[in-house]
């Protein structure tokens, strides 16, 4: 099964929530100051260590990248860290609040 998924516009998002210039980024992952800007205009893809390393930086794992359907993987991994913490009762609050939500018209 053949999946679409454009590269350099998944980490233009990423990049972009985590409110980070890519000169900014690609100065940070020790690269001269185009290197993130020439890989979301289509112009160059990243070594498999580039890779992980734009992974890294951007706190997700290399799946989560791919995940085209979570917007904010960071996120959803943070919420569901903390949900491993709650009891059944308050488990149960946090899914009614999240079905409201995505009632709601909260999902995006």
Do not use: W
Request: charged share 25%; hydrophobic share 35%.
């Amino acid at each position: 099964m053949y999946i679409d998924f454009n590269f350099s516009k998944r980490l233009s998002e990423l990049r972009a929530q985590k409110g980070v210039s890519a000169r900014d980024m690609s100065l940070s992952l020790g690269q001269n100051p185009t290197y993130i800007h020439k890989i979301e205009n289509g112009l160059a893809l990243p070594s498999m260590m580039g890779f992980f390393y734009i992974c890294e930086y951007l706190d997700i794992e290399p799946a989560e990248f791919f995940s085209h359907g979570i917007s904010s993987p960071s996120k959803v991994r943070e919420l569901m860290e903390d949900a491993q913490h709650l009891n059944r009762e308050q488990l149960d609050h946090l899914h009614l609040i999240v079905k409201d939500l995505l009632k709601s018209g909260g999902k995006k």
